[in-house]
């Protein structure tokens, strides 16, 4: 008998289902509106710590140094006096991926350099976000064509803000820098009704 | 008297012919008398070894190398042809320092055997790459992952399922 | 008492190896016994995509090599196409030339400061060095729209002329830099711990130094009297008059100094070119029709059209890049695309000499040799 | 500077002196009587002075943390933190609160205790010094008559924790890092200890009020009579053998990114790692306490004598807190100019210059005092 040939709807239930008390009360849907309503009710109480958290997280991000070609240099340059990143609370860079939440990649991940970003990424403390930066780093890039280029750092890990250009201006870092910190608003129970100021 | 006459007449066997690379005096020569060459250029004040690059023409292999006298202002232009099957000649890290890495990376890219080479490994590439990239006949569809071993060292292999996120 | 060897990973995500470079280093306690190399973490494969792009379509490519100074890359690439193809270029696109390769060459020596203090441990130089780029930077934008990868040399001569408040404000830019430049020299050069960090470390001889083929202010500070500019003179160098800066102290600390007095060079020789900049003579493009559309001659580049096929033939051409010697070897079979690029990168052959300058020195004199060397990754691996 | 003669010995009794005043002393002092638990009143008084401390403690790391970021960005002609609160007030705030919520990881072959241990060893330390510390005319937690031998046995506890958590985090660099603050630290206490004894040879006391009060008064009317002038040399080398403790550039390489990634806590995360950060802080402001303490007159200023009695102790910690913070503001601003001293360069000041200065120091003093020169 080919499974696939077998027709379900002929199939009848043989054991009869009982039923109990919660199915009746299911029926009438009260069921899922208690959840939701507590879920809801959960949200108010727990969407106030996530706001306070949130904000907490999103004004001081502490990148971790991983520049890697090109765009390293205008990382650098915004992170210096011109264009300040120290006013978002980003002024220092670690050095070890353990006290970062935030990770720039910056420039063009080859595939020797791949696996180390893919373990640096995986080094840092949970809530961590990653900015990919760069034609090179969203998609390869000029470099597309390159037999020694890995097409865009979001094959090896998950990347939340992505800046384009070659390399992008400080001004356009920091616009990539404040829509990760709106992403980061609206993280949290809140999210869902709205809740987050 | 332009540096490559002077070479024809010391080395008349070995140089196969003179001529001019746009600018540049330019000597053709066999394999076999590179390093004799070598070491007479140095004398003759060629002290910076610019660059040696290898050239694969299909049918033939070509090393090119360019020299520049501080003291004299002069510009000296070696050439090699090899054959096409595994090209080899004699490595010039014993007479210039900086020969050392320009051999590692012509092999790397372009497959040239440096005999003499006191530890000739891809510089450039990880070990295990497959195929020299700079030559003609190198097929670029095939796509090579690495991933890193215990020890730090880089592992080369086509499928990258465990690098890439899928 | 048996002591064993400790190895050290400086690994290619360090904040003091200036991109993605790995020392291997073999320790006995802190001194260093033996340091290796590994590279190739930025290996981009720019030598095949040159392959697969014609001769204008490569330029893009000359600028992300050395990403801290573009301008000597685009223009070493276009000075090897010129002498193959032996087209010429009208006199003041020479000028503006010299002009943009001057004003990078000050804005890399500020970049090598800069993270030469930073490594050191002094923060706050980079942050006077890059206010001062940033200047710069302005008038690049000025000049082409772009702040790193300009794409501005052309084979011909330049894409665009000066805009018009830019002499002015490159004046302004001149006198500006004569007195940072004091006041760095005020910061850095007399302080005591600074000399102590730098003087007789990573010292090595003339003849080591040219044999491991440095070239460029890292080899003019082994008092090595060799600059291309001065050797092989091209461009509109030999009208103007400067000097090469040497220091004979073959350490660290002259390394240092040779590029303070290059950063001073620039400046005059920034001054000549102001003052000698022909004027524009306007050129009559009507067998051609309008300029970018057609490559018809302007008043800064001759006429370089669509399909460029030049002659077969090799050619091998060399500038002064602010970090050695920088050239391009041109292999062309008469098609379209070159059959064949080869970068000589002033950062790799300097970098040989790494590993010989550093052994029986510690780890922060291993940075403090490696910050003097300048190099960028991009060039190192291409 | 005042009539010379301190109104209380310490924060307690000005505290019963305040509750007297009020006029609530008395019955509560009854009520515990009536339980036979006299003694509970007197810890509750302490427990208060405890909190108080802690609050101003923790309050002063988190303006530091501030304020460093603040004058770090004056140096360098930027702004420093500018967008959470008012001029980026909130900042220190906010990384708290972020690191809070961090996630703790624990390296796999860490060793586990030692690893969580470690940061709390490094803290605690950090706050004890605070004890001592003559903060104003009678704020003084307990004025211990061997304050500056506690302090400096307190500032050795350091070091151990230092290598506790270099060695338990398993990794080649904190070791290393580890094994260099400790070298540093334990070479530096000597310099230090040697330039306060000269000091004690003048007070005779080891106790902060005892050296603060014979700072008082002035030479040919107006030059004060504080230590700084009677020992210069000690001054400086005290100065200098503070900051290498501090592990401040240019003696810093607990944290020398350029050599060893992040020295010793390069596996600390959350909440572990704002430990250290917070005992760093802590010890640059204890440290300038002490060097305010020890030489630049404590809470005295000579011309101060039309002050009315109940705002002594306000004037005082005002005055203290000025003096404190011109230090940390010099430490701060050396952070960012000068560059970073080699271990062995540190080493050979440490031992070659710094020791035989000092014992040179104690000879000076000592017999300039047997002279009689200074009575």
Redesign the interface.
């Known amino acids: 008998m080919d499974p696939l040939t077998i027709d379900t709807t002929k199939i009848k239930m043989t054991k009869k289902q009982p039923v109990t008390a919660l199915d009746k009360l299911n029926d009438t849907g009260l069921i899922s509106t208690v959840l939701a309503a507590r879920e809801r009710e959960g949200l108010i109480l727990f969407s106030t710590i996530d706001q ?2 949130n ?3 999103l ?2 991000l502490w990148p971790v ?6 765009c ?3 990382m ?2 915004t992170a ?3 264009h ?1 990143v ?4 980003m ?1 220092i ?4 991926p ?2 970062a ?1 935030l990770m720039f990649v910056a ?2 991940v ?7 970003v ?3 990424y995986e080094m840092m ?3 961590k976000w990653v900015i990919s930066v760069g034609s090179c780093a969203n998609t390869g890039g ?2 597309h ?5 890995l097409k865009g750092v ?5 990347v939340d803000v992505y800046i384009p250009g ?2 992008p ?1 400080p001004e356009a870092w920091i616009y990539g820098i404040i829509q990760l910190r709106e992403k980061i608003k609206n993280q949290g129970y809140g999210a869902k009704w709205g809740l987050n100021k | 008297m332009n540096p490559a006459e002077e070479i024809k007449q010391l080395f008349p066997d070995s140089v196969v012919s003179v001529g001019h690379q746009t600018n540049k005096p330019l000597a053709i020569i066999k394999k076999e008398g590179l390093l004799k060459i070598a070491e007479k250029v140095k004398e003759m004040g060629f002290d910076n070894l610019s660059v040696i690059t290898g050239i694969d023409y299909g049918d033939r292999f070509e090393v090119v190398y360019n020299f520049l006298s501080y003291t004299k202002k002069q510009n000296l232009v070696l050439k090699v042809v090899l054959g096409h099957e595994n090209p080899e000649v004699d490595s010039l890290a014993s007479v210039w320092k900086v020969a050392d890495w320009l051999e590692r990376e012509t092999y790397d890219l372009v497959g040239i055997k440096f005999r003499g080479h006191p530890n000739l490994k891809r510089i450039l ?2 070990d295990g790459w497959i195929g020299h ?1 700079l030559r003609k006949d ?1 097929d ?1 569809s095939v796509d ?5 071993g215990e020890d730090g060292e ?1 592992i080369v292999s086509t499928d990258g399922s465990n ?3 899928r | 008492m048996k002591t064993e060897e400790l190895l050290i990973n400086m ?5 003091s190896t200036h ?2 470079l790995r020392f291997k280093l073999t320790m006995d306690g802190e001194i260093i016994k033996k340091c290796e190399i590994v590279m ?7 030598e ?2 040159g392959e ?1 792009k014609t001769y204008m379509q490569f330029i ?2 000359t600028d ?1 090599l050395d ?2 100074s573009a301008f000597p890359n685009n223009y070493a690439y276009v000075k090897a196409v010129e002498e193959l193809a032996g087209i010429e270029v009208p006199l003041r696109a020479e000028y503006i030339r010299v002009l943009t390769l001057e004003l990078n060459r000050i804005v890399n020596h500020l ?1 090598m400061l800069g993270s030469l203090l930073l490594d050191l441990g002094a923060s706050t130089m ?3 060095g ?2 001062e ?2 200047n710069a ?1 302005q008038l690049f934008e000025m000049l082409c729209g772009a ?3 300009f794409n501005y040399i052309k084979p011909g001569g330049v894409r665009e002329d000066l805009p018009d408040g830019f002499i002015p404000k490159l004046n302004e830019f001149i006198k500006d830099m004569e007195k940072r430049i004091d006041d760095y020299e005020q910061l850095i050069s007399g302080n005591e711990i600074f000399m102590g960090r730098m003087k007789n470390i990573g010292v090595m001889s003339a003849e080591d130094a040219i044999n491991y083929g440095m070239s460029g202010p890292s080899l003019r500070g082994h008092g090595v009297n060799y600059d291309i500019r001065k050797i092989e003179p091209y461009s509109v160098y030999p009208d103007l008059d400067f000097k090469a800066c040497v220091r004979h102290e073959c350490d660290s600390f002259a390394r240092y100094m040779v590029r303070i007095d290059e950063m001073r060079e620039s400046l005059h020789i920034l001054r000549q070119v102001v003052d000698a900049m022909p004027p524009a003579k306007p050129v009559s493009q009507a067998k051609y029709g309008i300029a970018p559309m057609t490559g018809a001659p302007t008043a800064v580049s001759t006429y370089f059209p669509r399909i460029f096929t030049p002659p077969v033939g090799e050619v091998y051409s060399r500038i002064e890049a602010p970090k050695g010697e920088l050239g391009f070897y041109i292999v062309s079979d008469g098609s379209i695309k070159p059959y064949r690029i080869k970068i000589r990168s002033p950062s790799f052959c300097n970098l040989t000499a790494i590993p010989k300058m550093v052994e029986g020195l510690m780890i922060p004199d291993l940075i403090a040799a490696f910050g003097t060397i300048d190099v960028v ?2 060039d190192v691996d291409r | 500077m005042w009539t010379g003669d301190i109104m209380f010995a310490n924060a307690y009794e000005l505290i019963v002196y305040i509750l007297n005043y009020i006029g609530i002393y008395e019955p509560i002092n009854d009520i515990f009587k009536m339980f036979g638990i006299e003694y509970v009143l007197r810890i509750i008084i302490v427990l208060v002075e405890i909190a108080v401390l802690l609050v101003f403690a923790l309050l002063t790391i988190m303006f530091l943390t501030w304020m460093e ?1 603040k004058v ?2 004056m140096v ?9 609160g008012p001029r ?1 007030l ?2 220190p ?6 690191l809070i ?5 624990i390296p796999a072959k860490a060793d586990r205790w030692v690893f969580t241990l470690a940061p709390f060893i490094v803290f605690i330390p950090a706050l004890l010094i605070f004890i001592p510390l003559p903060f104003g005319e009678s704020l003084i937690i307990s004025d211990l008559n061997v304050g500056l031998l506690y302090i400096i046995a307190i500032s050795a506890v350091s070091p151990i924790a230092i290598l506790l958590a270099g060695w338990a985090s398993n990794n080649k660099y904190s070791l290393m890092g580890a094994m260099r603050a400790v070298a540093q630290d334990i070479s530096y206490t000597i310099p230090l200890a040697l330039s306060a004894i000269a000091i004690v040879l003048f007070t005779g006391s080891l106790s902060t009020v005892d050296i603060v009060t014979a700072q008082n008064g002035t030479w040919f009317g107006f030059i004060p009579k504080w230590f700084i002038f009677l020992q210069p040399l000690g001054f400086i080398l005290f100065l200098i053998a503070s900051i290498a403790e501090m592990g401040r550039i240019p003696f810093d390489f607990q944290e020398s ?1 350029q050599e060893l ?2 020295g010793f ?6 909440m572990k ?1 704002a430990m250290f950060f917070l005992a760093e802080y802590a010890h640059l402001f204890s440290v300038s306490a002490i060097v305010v303490t020890l030489f630049l007159g404590g809470w005295s200023l000579p011309f101060l004598t039309f002050i009315p009695g109940a705002l002594i102790p306000l004037v005082s910690l005002g005055i203290f807190l000025v003096k404190t913070y011109a230090i940390i503001f010099f430490a701060m601003w050396l952070r960012d100019t000068v560059p970073r001293v080699r271990i062995d360069q540190l080493m050979n000041l440490g031992w070659k210059i710094m020791i035989p200065l000092a014992l040179l120091n104690l000879l000076v003093t000592g017999f300039l005092l047997t002279a009689g020169v200074f009575r």
Do not use: N
């Open positions: 306070v958290f904000w907490a997280r004004s001081s140094t991983s520049g890697l070609a090109c390293a240099i205008e650098m340059a210096m006096a011109h300040d120290a006013r978002f609370g002024e860079f670690r050095a070890s353990r006290q939440d420039g063009t080859t595939k020797r350099m791949a696996p180390r893919k373990k640096l403390p949970d809530p000029p470099y064509e390159s037999y020694s280029v979001d094959m090896i890990i998950p070659c390399p201006r | 590439l990880p990239p190198y670029m090579q992952f690495v991933t890193v880089d690098l890439l996120r | 690994g290619p995500v360090h904040p991109g993605v190739g973490y930025l290996h981009r494969g720019t095949k995509l697969m893009p490519y992300r990403y801290i970049v980079i942050m006077y890059f206010r780029r940033e930077l702040r790193m990868t990754l991009g | 970021r770090v960005a360098q002609a930027r702004y420093g933190p500018m967008v959470t980026g909130l900042q705030v906010m990384d708290g609160v972020k919520g961090k996630e703790d990881i990114e990634v992040a806590f390069t596996e600390y995360s959350g790692f």
